[in-house]
């Protein structure tokens, strides 16, 4: 090793190592400050984590016991656990359970107008309560099999604002103030109708999970006339269709109806009151296409052999309509609908359209009700419009209806075969056979102009579709197969998903 005498290097030496010490002990203090940091951060971080963990688990203790947000089912779909204790949940689906149904009806009309009732309540299922102007002594002791009755109460202190041409008009609103004073645990959507209401309750729950119920929603749909949406408000959903409310809605409105109804004394009608409250709120109409008042006379084959392409949810003033079946009265009309429901309500009065093009047909299929074959092509956008096989609530010069009708031709090329559904039931291969047969025949020559290939012949029709349900909403119509058409008297389709881009016709 080399050695230096010079004082200069030494000097220098001792310098440097003098430098060396004090830049080591500069490294060593501020590794124990970072040290010391760290810990005090770490601290600091799960303190905080645990204050905010117990704010949220506060937080959601109170939402969870909140009416509009509690759920039959709100602790079934836990996803995540720590420990034995929730802590992510997941808001489950919508179900049936999940509603009630607050329904208006009268001691006076209950004997004829509960059939309706009979044909879509389900004892110890649906939720919900039949509200009547007093106790129905003829009728007791009350059937099970109807929903639990409650008595309205006494509206004498409204008598100076009571002005309205309905004269129950406000006990009739005030029903969903009192279904909602009933029953608000676990509730995310409250449905009004009337007693002679259809209600599809199946379609119904569908189409109300797609909405988030701790919202404010007023969901409905106006009349088919224009007469009886000028008359009320082309924004208000007629009770007769029913309409639905989100929980937090129908609470905001059981709490301010009263002051309400002194603010309205004159309207028609209590749907019409009811808009009027929800338009203070600061709430608008959803439409959905599948409410019907019927505001119709007459045949209501043309309407529901067109249904828009929409889940079918409700029929009402059925009292005053041809029965929907010929050869059967309007009690056996619905028990047959409603058959066809049982087996697949997602597709009742969807209509799906399929042609023969060695003949020249023209299928449209409103499933669960009618076919009607023409002896002719027609695009799917002539077919989608109904056949005027109705008349309008009140006869007037304009145009009386919301939508496009075309009017019924003797013209053997125009007027269409009529088959009604006969049977539905379940087959092998997860399918559904529909049977549809002609009731009257057609009585015209066939159409010459499309190759005189005449459908007199034909006197059944048979449907097989998926077992599946079919989402409508958003997504194409189906399209179908006819799949046996010779010389008989049988005619068979088949339902099937679109191809991508096919073009139907």
Known sequence: MLSFSYPWFQSAQLFFKRISSRIAAKFINIGQEATFFRDNLVGKLCKSLAISGLILYVFYILLSNHPCCQSSNF?????????????????????????????????????????????????????????LERTPTNFLPWPSSFPPFRVSENISRYQPYNKHRMPHAIRMVRVIAETYREENKGVRWYVMADDDTVLFIDNLVEVLARYDHRKYFY???????????IDHSFEMAFGGAGYALSCPLAEALARNLDVCIKR?????????????????????????????QIDLHGDLLGLLSAHPESPFLSLHHLDVTDPLFPSMNRNESVVRLMEAA????????????????????????????SIQIYESIY????????????????????????????FPSKNPCEAPHVFFLESAEKIKGKQIVSTYVRKFPRLLPACSSSGNHSADHISNVRVFSPLTRLHGTGNRRECCDIVRMAKMNVSEVK???????????
């Open 342 to 369: 049982k087996l697949d309500q997602s597709r009742l009065l969807q209509q799906t359209i399929c042609y023969h093009k060695p003949y020249n047909w023209s299928f449209s299929i409103s499933w669960g009700y």
């Open 264 to 292: 309205y004394p004159t309207l028609y009608g209590s749907d019409h009151i009811l808009q009027s409250c929800v338009a203070d709120l600061g709430v608008s109409l959803t439409q959905e296409k599948g409410f019907h």
């Open 495 to 505: 339902f099937r998903a679109c191809m991508k881009d096919e073009i139907v016709g």
């Open 379 to 406: 695009p799917p956008s002539v077919l989608e419009r109904p056949l005027q096989t109705f008349v309008p609530w009140k006869r007037i010069r304009m145009p009386p209806y919301m939508f496009n009708t075309r």
């Open 219 to 229: 969901i409905g749909m106006n009349s088919e006339c224009v007469t009886s949406n």
């Open 75 to 131: 602790f079934t779909n836990l996803t995540h656990k720590w420990g034995s204790h929730p802590m992510i949940t997941t808001d489950s689906p919508t179900n049936l359970s999940d509603l009630v149904f607050g329904i208006a009806a009268s001691v006076n009309t209950w004997r004829t107008k509960r059939i309706y009732i009979d044909a879509w309540w389900r004892p110890n299922i649906t939720r919900g309560y039949l509200f």
